[in-house]
């Protein structure tokens, strides 16, 4: 565990109901207290718990509004308090936890704000209106980081058919536009180790006019601020050919790490490119413990239709495999709590995937559930599985 970091026992939480995976007897513990009808947990490459193990953020959504705000709740068993921020509402998967204490970022329009644990709202930076020619972001950013020197937020949003890359000066708020794509660009993330090195991810795209889709050839780029550097990470790995690779991350200790459907979780050192094939089965979303000792992932939420999702841990030291969900029913299609009628709760709509991710002290898998008929968020203490 973490130095400052706090393991509270779920059991005794109000809050939360233990349920049990009937295949292979793992235990998680689900919010059963709703401020929300879908409580989703965050995007797998930002964190949802903060690093002192306190407090759990987690999106929360009202159908069929197609925005998504934030809540919290306290993991302490003694102290139980849950809290709904109406005024945090955000586009895709850009919430990130401030390293610097209880307080989240989010972005909105071309705007990234900062909110405290009490609610209170700042705005950070925005992109000025000539920057963007007084056009409207689809969105200002996919998934939040913050530089290795704290200076920087990297900024990857798409406007119309042009995909741009900006670093937000978090003192300052000032904004600075590096790249601007014709192509899609995004799930871009500042290196935990050097402030000037991200990587960026290229996907397929449809033209916002015609329409016509648009395949990748290459995932994962690597990219740097003084825009010296553009590569990909591995350019024989051609996309839909040799290579499905997807869902890419950092790992604690600088490595780009990534999923490949078909074979699996992979790590790549940066600068050698030396690479690791870690996880060998067919995987979606995966992430690694600080360590990279432990792994977990789903498989496979696109083929929902069809058939259950698993959610999997690994213990990369003994090769074991265990199910933390042997079969995860797909996304309920209403909510009698909160009365949905129409049925607008689906996976697409809301991109409800389980993204399991490890807490920043590694004791916990934070995932989302589906096993009791809502969509809520789960947490699988690490313990009850090694």
């Known amino acids: 565990m973490k130095k400052g970091s706090k393991m509270y026992d779920l059991s005794k939480h109000p809050f939360f109901e233990k349920w049990t995976d009937p295949a292979s007897g793992v235990e998680s513990f689900l919010l059963k207290k709703r401020v929300a009808p879908i409580q989703q947990s965050f995007y797998f490459t930002n964190q949802s ?3 002192n193990g306190e407090w759990l953020w987690f999106y929360t959504i009202f159908p069929p509004n197609r925005q998504r705000t934030l809540a919290v709740v306290s993991l302490n068993p003694d102290k139980p308090v849950i809290r709904h921020f109406p005024q945090a509402g955000f586009t895709c998967a850009s919430p990130m936890l401030a390293p610097d204490g209880d307080a989240i970022y989010f972005c909105m329009s071309s705007s990234v704000y900062k909110m405290d644990i009490d609610g209170d709202v700042s705005e950070i930076c925005t992109m000025t209106k000539e920057d963007i020619s007084y056009r409207q972001f689809n969105q200002i950013a996919s998934h939040l980081t913050i530089s290795a020197d704290g200076k920087y937020f990297l900024l990857d949003g798409d406007m119309g058919n042009t995909w741009r890359v900006v670093i937000g000066n978090i003192e300052t708020g000032e904004t600075k536009l590096l790249k601007k794509f014709t192509s899609c660009h995004g799930h871009a993330q500042f290196s935990p180790h050097d402030p000037n090195l991200f990587l960026i991810s290229r996907d397929n795209w449809n033209d916002k006019i015609s329409g016509e889709r648009f395949p990748l050839d290459h995932r ?4 740097d601020i003084n825009q010296d550097r553009y ?31 078909d074979k699996g979780a992979f790590e790549c050192d940066p600068e050698t490119k030396e690479t690791t094939h870690v996880w060998n089965r067919t995987l979606c979303h995966s992430h690694c413990s600080s360590d990279k000792r ?4 789903d498989d496979n939420p696109y083929k929902w239709a069809t058939e259950p999702v698993k959610i ?15 079969a995860m029913p797909q996304p309920p299609v209403f909510n009698d709590l909160f ?3 129409p049925p607008y709760c689906s996976r697409d709509t809301y991109h ?3 993204h399991p991710q490890f807490s920043p002290d590694d004791n916990l898998i934070v995932y ?8 809520d968020v789960a947490l699988c203490p690490v313990q009850s599985i090694v």
């Open 339 to 341: 009365h949905i009628d």
């Open 368 to 375: 989302t559930s589906m096993v009791l008929g809502n969509v």
């Open 231 to 261: 590569e990909s990470l591995r350019p024989k790995d051609w996309y839909d050919h040799n290579s499905r690779t997807t869902h890419e991350w950092w790992s604690k200790d600088g490595k780009v790490c990534w999923t490949d459907y």
């Open 294 to 297: 432990f792994w977990c992932a």
């Open 220 to 223: 994962i780029w690597l990219m």
């Open 352 to 354: 409800l995937d389980p």
């Open 49 to 51: 718990i903060s690093e």
């Open 312 to 326: 999997l841990f690994y213990d990369k030291k003994t090769a074991k495999e265990t199910e933390i969900v042997s």
